[in-house]
Every structure is written in structure tokens, then in C-alpha cells.
């Protein structure tokens, strides 16, 4: 059982690239999250999707966009990216239904934008 | 103000000693309450769930005080390898689609 799945692991971008990163849950989950963390800083929120076919923003979702493909694929894509974007990016997936349950997490991406 | 709350730490903790710490959250509508651990920028893990009356697993106990809105972990018998920073998260009732989590409290346990 693989739990939560992030590709890639690492990145290395120039600013103004763009990329996707991938998620990918097998648990049945139905919401789905992204997250930044930097240096000394908690979890940021940048989208969440609540359930298939449904997105919304966080914290901090300027200069990102997700698609939640299907039930168990949430990605978020950096259309320009910038220095400031140079974090550790984490997914998570959530039963919410009936009960909350702990959130589940992925290895994480680490990012750097030069 | 923040909505969770936790002191940053370091608690610097001996080997074998206790150490407890809290974390406070603003909205009283929230309905379920977890402990995280993180290693050095790894993925979060949970820890445990918190219950209302509060519960145990092993050196681990959680409590949680409606009234006073906060969390509590004690970690007995402290561990080299307990040391990592801790994070509360709480999802509220009104906003379940968001949870909140705190910056995380940092516990070092020395030999």
C-alpha cells in the first residue's frame, strides 16, 4: 500500500520554467492538499480539493494552479517559476467522510528555483 | 493572531526527563485535533489523535481543554529519538475542507 506518492522527489528549475507536480493517492481519500513549507516556517496551504471536481485556494495559491484529475490525482503546476517558489512542497490526502480522519502525507518535492 | 499556536521551542529535554507542551487554537468551532511528528524536512507523521478525554499511547499522552481552547503533548521517559519538532492540527467544524496546523514546537533530547 503506497499511501501518497509525489513525483519528483527533486527539481531544479530556472526561473520563468514551468512544471507540474504529481500526486497521487490510493486510500480512497476524498480531499486532497497542497503544501509549502520553508525554512523555520509551519505547512502553508496553497490548494485543497475537497472532493473530485472541486478546487480551492489556501493560504498562499498565487503564481500556482491544481487539477484534481480524478479521485486519487491532485498535481499543482507553477506556470512561471520564481526564487520565491523554492520551498518543500508536500501532498496530503484526508478521509473526511463520515469522520475525520489523520491526514496522510508524501515524501515531499524539494524545489529550487534558480 | 494566529488561528494554532505553538511555542517554537527548542525544548531541550535530558534523556529520561518529561516534557510537555501546548498548543492554543482561536476557533472554538473546531472538532478534531492531531499530533504530528516531523523529522529535519521530512514529511509530517502522525503522532497521534487527540480525544476528548483524553488518551494515551505508550510515553505519549494528549489532552485537550475545550474550555481553555488548547492541546497538550507529554512525552515521559524521553527517548534520543523522540527529538523532532512536534505539530498540533486542528480542523474546525465550520471549515473542514482547511486545516489549521501549528508552526510545530521543537524538541531536543540530550544524552
Known amino acids: 500500500n503506497a499511501g501518497v506518492t509525489q513525483t519528483p522527489k527533486f527539481q531544479v528549475l530556472k526561473t520563468g520554467q514551468s512544471m507540474t507536480l504529481q500526486c497521487a493517492q490510493d486510500?480512497?481519500?476524498?480531499?486532497m492538499y497542497w503544501y509549502r513549507q520553508d525554512p523555520g516556517m509551519g505547512l502553508r496551504l496553497i490548494y485543497y480539493?475537497?472532493?473530485?471536481?472541486?478546487?480551492d485556494k489556501g493560504e498562499v495559491p498565487n503564481g500556482y494552479n491544481v487539477s484534481r484529475l480524478n479521485k486519487r490525482e491532485f498535481s499543482l503546476r507553477l506556470e512561471s517559476a520564481a526564487p520565491s517558489q523554492t520551498s518543500v512542497y508536500f501532498c496530503?490526502?484526508?478521509?473526511?467522510?463520515?469522520?475525520?480522519?489523520?491526514?496522510?502525507f508524501g515524501d515531499g518535492t524539494r524545489l529550487s528555483i534558480l | 493572531r494566529k488561528e494554532v499556536e505553538q511555542d517554537p521551542g527548542p525544548f531541550n529535554v535530558p534523556e529520561g526527563a518529561t516534557v510537555a507542551f501546548n498548543c492554543t487554537y482561536s476557533n472554538s468551532a473546531s472538532q478534531s485535533f492531531f499530533w504530528y511528528r516531523q523529522d529535519c524536512r521530512k514529511e509530517p507523521k502522525l503522532l497521534m489523535s487527540?480525544?476528548?478525554s483524553g488518551n494515551e499511547d505508550g510515553r505519549f499522552t494528549a489532552q485537550l481543554n475545550r474550555a481553555s481552547q488548547y492541546i497538550s503533548l507529554l512525552i515521559r521517559d524521553s527517548k534520543l529519538s523522540d527529538s523532532a519538532t512536534y505539530l498540533c492540527v486542528v480542523i474546525p467544524t465550520d471549515s473542514w475542507g482547511k486545516l489549521q496546523f501549528g508552526a510545530g514546537t521543537q524538541v531536543v533530547v540530550t544524552p
Open positions: 486510500m480512497n481519500h476524498n480531499s
Open positions: 487527540v480525544y476528548s
Open positions: 480539493s475537497a472532493s473530485e471536481g472541486t478546487t
Open positions: 496530503a490526502s484526508l478521509l473526511h467522510r463520515p469522520d475525520d480522519q489523520p491526514q496522510h
